[in-house]
């Protein structure tokens, strides 16, 4: 299993730097983040010691999981799954650097309550439905620009840029322009100036679509499958964060 981690990892890695050269990037312009839902905290480790710094996970209860095992090996915590208010106490526990799915007035006043109980700050994404699927999580692109200056209030909240999945789709045009769009919500974003707003970050992009997304302009391209191999459940299992 590690030697098959260690070589899709180069694949990967390799496929970034590709499409950063196509595109006229700079690789380090791209961030790879390991999608790592249902990953073993070992497998997890074997990706950490290879020299990746940044995983993510869906559900809070595998936040709280594998924490402690991995705590040891220095790297980034991000959350990009869609998170219940009853589950803020149980990630803030757990040194999640970056909230990458934030779309919900409610869940962000929320979270700026209890950061404000614990004399803290978190950074997050604005969670965009590019594809207009109502199976997706995310803002509708219409509402994102007030959304995004409803959260800007709450001064826990230090907004990085947006977030989207993405059309499910082989059609490489139709999940461009999700992409294309996220991208010019982040331009108009800039160009409203909003205090508190930096719009430094576009997660966009996993396995299958990689290279379109960095040709739009991501700088975040989440993997999970990729490099740890097939998970028992299908994706749109793990975007729905359970109510236990």
């Known amino acids: 299993m590690t030697e098959s981690i260690l070589e899709n990892l180069k694949l990967i890695l390799q496929r970034i730097e590709n499409a950063c050269f196509e595109s006229n990037r700079n ?23 290879a020299g990746q710094t940044l995983i993510a996970e869906n559900k809070v209860q595998e936040v709280k999981e594998k924490y402690e095992s991995l705590k040891s090996i ?6 990009i799954g869609n998170l219940q208010s009853n589950k803020i106490k ?27 109980y614990e004399k803290k700050t978190m950074e997050v994404l604005i969670q965009v439905n590019t594809s207009n699927e109502e199976s997706k999580f995310g803002v509708h692109p219409d509402q994102a620009i ?21 059309l499910f789709s082989a059609e490489t045009e139709k999940v461009r322009m999700c992409f294309q769009l996220l991208k010019n919500i982040q331009q108009k974003v800039i160009s409203l100036h909003i205090p508190n707003v930096l719009m430094k970050e576009l997660s966009m992009g996993m396995s299958g679509d990689l290279e379109t997304a960095i040709e739009e ?4 391209v989440r993997v999970g499958t990729a490099i740890f191999g097939q998970r028992i459940h299908p994706d749109s299992y793990y975007w729905n964060e359970d109510h236990k």
């Open 27 to 49: 690789p380090s312009e791209v961030r790879l983040l390991l999608a790592t839902k249902t990953v073993s905290s070992e497998n997890i480790k074997v990706a950490l010691e």
């Open 74 to 79: 220095p790297h980034e915590s991000h959350f």
């Open 90 to 116: 149980d990630l803030l526990k757990c040194e999640i650097s970056c909230i990458q799915s934030l779309d919900r007035l409610d869940l962000a006043q929320k979270l700026h309550q209890r950061l404000l």
């Open 146 to 166: 007030e959304f995004i200056k409803a959260v800007s209030q709450l001064e826990t909240l230090k907004i990085k840029g947006l977030m989207t999945i993405g």
């Open 217 to 220: 302009g991501s700088t975040i």
